[in-house]
């Protein structure tokens, strides 16, 4: 059951890009002692070596938080030697709790065979049990199992259906997957406003893709009003995480003065950056730039995006 990182092209999404989103979750849902919050705080500071001596006397007390946040070290390999089986030991800990992080977590060992005993049918069967405590990461990937038919039957509605509930208990990128199935028209007809509103939530909470694809809808006029400003600074939100496209289209609006004021020293730094990504047409951009361009301004552009680093 492969499980690849979702781009704008795939509706496909890697569930390791949000352990700690997830993490976070359910530490929110389960009153903590105070050795856990403190794991939760040291986790956060990225001092791995703290978090696992704070989580590991309250996971070996039974604390269901404490034993997803050690069993998450061990996966990710953080503070210790990476070790999936014991990373499934807190993870059955957990879910004999009836712990939803810790169903979700036991599902996504099964998926990832992660323990060498890949089972798609066991990976369901937990996030079933996780989803039935509306556990949203759950919900997202019962989605992928019924779009591609990973342990379940394949079927585009029931996999809309679970997508729109991880959608609405907040899950970005179910909100984003959400918004390329209407703007496809993938299992449902096309619909440009309701993409446009499932990537403005994904957006807001910092999904470049959602935030390019928006930027997109407003620049063509497809389900929003056309705005060039909006598109602009959607490209820009998304260019600053290091997104290639984005950062193409922004030097094109930087160049042309759509929906920002022309600079020709930002286009080319955009573009110089959309280059070193392999961004299609990027090189022909950039010369075209440049010949409206004194030597010292492409200095500087240069100079800049050297300098230049991604938010993240």
């Given at each position: 059951?492969?499980?690849?990182?979702?781009?704008?092209?795939?509706?496909?999404?890697?569930?390791?890009?949000?352990?700690?989103?997830?993490?976070?979750?359910?530490a929110?849902?389960?009153?903590?002692?105070?050795?856990?919050?403190?794991?939760?705080?040291a986790?956060?500071?990225?001092?791995?070596?703290?978090?696992?001596?704070?989580?590991l006397?309250?996971?070996?007390?039974?604390?269901?938080?404490?034993?997803?946040?050690?069993?998450?070290?061990?996966?990710?390999?953080?503070?210790?030697?990476?070790?999936?089986?014991?990373?499934?030991?807190?993870?059955?800990?957990?879910?004999?709790?009836?712990?939803?992080?810790?169903?979700?977590?036991?599902?996504?060992?099964?998926?990832?065979?992660?323990?060498?005993?890949?089972?798609?049918?066991?990976?369901?069967?937990?996030?079933?049990?996780?989803?039935?405590?509306?556990?949203?990461?759950?919900?997202?990937?019962?989605?992928?199992?019924?779009?591609?038919?990973?342990?379940?039957?394949?079927?585009?509605?029931?996999?809309?259906?679970?997508?729109?509930?991880?959608?609405?208990?907040?899950?970005?990128?179910?909100q984003?997957?959400?918004?390329?199935?209407?703007?496809?028209?993938?299992?449902?007809?096309?619909?440009?406003?309701?993409?446009?509103?499932?990537?403005?939530?994904?957006?807001?909470?910092?999904?470049?893709?959602?935030?390019?694809?928006?930027?997109?809808?407003?620049?063509?006029?497809?389900?929003?009003?056309?705005?060039y400003?909006?598109?602009?600074?959607?490209?820009?939100?998304?260019?600053?995480?290091?997104m290639?496209?984005?950062q193409?289209?922004?030097?094109?609006?930087?160049?042309?003065?759509?929906?920002?004021?022309?600079?020709?020293?930002?286009?080319?730094?955009w573009?110089?950056?959309?280059?070193?990504?392999?961004?299609?047409?990027?090189?022909?951009?950039?010369?075209?730039?440049?010949?409206?361009?004194?030597?010292?301004?492409?200095?500087?552009?240069?100079?800049?995006?050297?300098?230049?680093?991604?938010?993240?």
């Amino acid at each position: 059951m492969p499980m690849k990182k979702t781009v704008m092209k795939s509706l496909s999404a890697a569930p390791l890009i949000f352990l700690l989103p997830l993490l976070l979750t359910v530490a929110l849902a389960h009153p903590a002692a105070a050795d856990s919050t403190a794991g939760a705080a040291a986790y956060q500071r990225a001092d791995y070596t703290a978090a696992l001596e704070e989580w590991l006397a309250s996971a070996e007390a039974g604390e269901a938080d404490a034993q997803i946040g050690l069993g998450n070290l061990y996966v990710k390999g953080e503070g210790v030697e990476q070790d999936f089986d014991e990373a499934k030991k807190w993870f059955v800990k957990a879910a004999a709790q009836n712990d939803p992080g810790g169903q979700y977590y036991l599902g996504m060992v099964y998926a990832q065979d992660w323990t060498n005993e890949q089972d798609s049918d066991k990976a369901v069967a937990w996030w079933l049990k996780a989803a039935a405590q509306q556990h949203a990461g759950s919900e997202y990937q019962l989605g992928l199992a019924h779009e591609h038919g990973w342990g379940a039957e394949k079927d585009m509605a029931a996999a809309i259906d679970w997508y729109t509930r991880a959608a609405e208990h907040g899950y970005d990128s179910a909100q984003y997957i959400l918004g390329l199935i209407y703007a496809k028209g993938q299992g449902v007809e096309i619909d440009a406003a309701t993409a446009a509103g499932w990537y403005q939530k994904a957006a807001d909470q910092g999904f470049a893709e959602a935030a390019y694809n928006l930027g997109v809808l407003y620049f063509k006029g497809e389900g929003v009003e056309e705005d060039y400003a909006k598109a602009a600074r959607l490209y820009q939100n998304a260019a600053s995480t290091g997104m290639i496209d984005a950062q193409n289209n922004l030097s094109g609006m930087y160049a042309l003065g759509l929906g920002v004021e022309r600079n020709f020293v930002l286009a080319y730094m955009w573009s110089t950056l959309a280059i070193a990504g392999d961004a299609e047409n990027a090189d022909e951009n950039r010369e075209r730039i440049a010949q409206r361009m004194t030597e010292e301004e492409v200095a500087k552009a240069e100079r800049m995006a050297q300098e230049w680093q991604p938010v993240e």
